[in-house]
């Protein structure tokens, strides 16, 4: 009879916690790091289903802070989409478009999954001749233009929660092979 009532007591006090918070991701990445640090401290943000307004506010403020440090492209693997031929300020040259993508050998939940990212990277001839439409790539570049604070967004479908980080444009120092 104790035993049974101690096991009671123990499922009780069990069911009642709450659940734990979750835990950021620790990345040698910039972006998944930080992303994983704002999801773990706004476990909230898209609790029930509903998306916190205040909160995605705060986390549009932090992407557009983040893209003026210099390691924002850092580590984060992109797959080039598209090259097209642009003009700006008068020079002709190579415009590649990258996007994060999913990979199905990375740990399971990790949450560059989730991550969108679009970069239109200004490419030196070398570099443009080097990179091909759907390979995979690690980017030295500088910022060159920031993008809108409105393209940010948590997109919350169903059991699906992901990150849209928005649009960049970047001039492309080096394209590292993803192997």
Same mark, same amino acid.
């Given at each position: 009879?104790? $035993?049974?009532?101690?096991?009671?007591?123990?499922?009780?006090? =069990?069911?009642?916690?709450?659940?734990?918070? !979750? !835990?950021?991701?620790?990345?040698?990445?910039? =972006?998944? +790091?930080?992303?994983?640090?704002?999801?773990?401290?706004?476990? !909230?943000?898209?609790?029930?289903? #509903?998306? #916190?307004?205040?909160?995605?506010? $705060?986390? +549009?403020?932090?992407?557009?802070?983040?893209?003026?440090?210099?390691?924002?492209?850092? /580590?984060?693997?992109?797959?080039?989409?598209?090259?097209?031929?642009?003009?700006?300020?008068? +020079?002709?040259?190579?415009? /590649?478009?990258?996007?994060?993508?999913?990979?199905?050998?990375?740990?399971?939940?990790?949450?560059?999954?989730?991550? +969108?990212?679009?970069?239109?990277?200004?490419?030196?001839?070398?570099?443009?001749?080097?990179?091909?439409?759907?390979?995979?790539?690690?980017? !030295?570049?500088?910022?060159?233009?920031?993008?809108?604070?409105?393209?940010?967004?948590? =997109?919350?479908?169903?059991?699906?929660?992901?990150?849209?980080?928005?649009?960049?444009?970047?001039?492309?120092?080096?394209?590292?092979? =993803? $192997?």
């Amino acid at each position: 009879m104790k $035993k049974a009532f101690l096991f009671f007591i123990a499922a009780a006090a =069990i069911s009642c916690t709450n659940k734990p918070k !979750e !835990e950021a991701v620790v990345s040698n990445i910039f =972006i998944e +790091q930080k992303v994983s640090e704002f999801v773990a401290k706004y476990p !909230e943000w898209t609790a029930g289903g #509903n998306t #916190n307004e205040e909160i995605t506010d $705060k986390f +549009q403020h932090e992407v557009k802070r983040w893209s003026n440090e210099t390691d924002f492209l850092k /580590g984060m693997p992109l797959q080039l989409k598209e090259i097209r031929d642009t003009t700006v300020s008068g +020079q002709d040259l190579k415009l /590649g478009t990258f996007t994060g993508y999913n990979d199905n050998t990375r740990p399971s939940g990790s949450v560059l999954n989730y991550i +969108q990212v679009r970069v239109d990277g200004i490419l030196p001839p070398d570099i443009a001749q080097e990179v091909k439409v759907d390979g995979k790539y690690t980017l !030295e570049a500088m910022l060159y233009a920031q993008g809108s604070r409105k393209d940010v967004k948590v =997109i919350n479908v169903a059991d699906f929660k992901g990150y849209d980080l928005g649009k960049y444009t970047f001039s492309i120092v080096k394209a590292n092979p =993803i $192997k």
